[in-house]
Nanobody, 117 residues
């Protein structure tokens, strides 16, 4: 089992940047695919970005070009760098961990991102 804790969410002005962190515990962290999702109030959960065990990444069209996901296995941490933030990015952001699937088996508690002037 892996435990995940997101951090870094904040109130940010439009056009600003944030770096979210997903800190994991467990020796098997480096073997998990890490996925970022967001879910705004009243909306369905939306895939944002993912990173494989080998460091390959993919992004949803909604954030492509504005977000970068990376992982530091030595620190058991995955980062989501978000730039040029818009009000539509306002959501709770979650990281999930997956082995052998694109659907996470483990989730963090989420971190709130609010983009507003």
């Amino acid at each position: 089992q892996v435990q995940l804790v997101e951090s870094g969410g904040a109130l940010v002005q439009p056009g600003g940047s944030l770096r979210l962190s997903c800190a994991a515990s467990g020796y098997s962290f480096k073997f998990y695919r890490i996925l970022w999702y967001r879910q705004a109030t009243g909306k369905q959960r939306e895939f944002i970005a993912g990173i494989t065990t080998g460091g390959n990444t993919n992004y949803a069209d909604s954030v492509k070009g504005r977000c970068t996901v990376s992982r530091d296995n030595a620190k058991n941490t995955v980062y989501l760098q978000m730039n040029s933030l818009k009000s539509d990015d306002t959501s709770v952001y979650y990281c999930g961990a997956s082995i052998g699937s694109n659907q996470p088996q483990y989730w963090g508690q989420g971190t709130q991102v609010t983009v507003s002037s």
